[in-house]
């Protein structure tokens, strides 16, 4: 069965740092774009950064400059570097998938535990 499993979180003060993990298993990783969504209380699941199969990456605005997302196939494994963390960006982070049709993969729309990021100021 196709799996994600987040790790990494914690509490950091502002302007700290972390490396979030999501490891996957159960299908062909390295054909599969990956991203990671959070959600903070009161607002609505946010995609934050997502990288192709081959690479490209997409950073939402907020984050641009502070988060760097990067992959290892070999791993089966996608990371989200946090560098100068605030507030705002305290949530839940979820790791997805994103396969051709001819791939079987995990749904997109299906959320595991995640993991959960605290920043105080």
């Known amino acids: 069965q196709a799996q994600l499993r987040e790790s990494g979180g914690g509490s950091v003060q502002a302007g700290g740092s972390l490396k979030l993990a999501c490891v996957a298993s159960?299908?062909?990783?390295?054909?599969?774009?990956m991203g990671w969504h959070r959600q903070a209380p009161g607002k609505e699941r946010e995609l934050v950064s997502t990288i192709t199969n081959q690479g490209v990456t997409y950073y939402v605005d907020s984050v641009k400059g502070r988060f760097t997302i990067s992959r290892d196939n070999a791993l089966k494994t996608v990371y989200l570097q946090l560098d100068n963390l605030n507030s705002r960006d305290t949530g839940v982070y979820h790791c997805?998938?994103?396969?051709?049709?001819?791939?079987?993969?995990?749904?997109?729309?299906?959320w595991g535990q995640g993991t959960r990021v605290t920043v105080s100021s």
């Open positions: 159960g299908y062909d990783f390295s054909s599969c774009g």
């Open positions: 997805a998938a994103r396969c051709p049709p001819w791939i079987p993969g995990p749904p997109e729309n299906v």
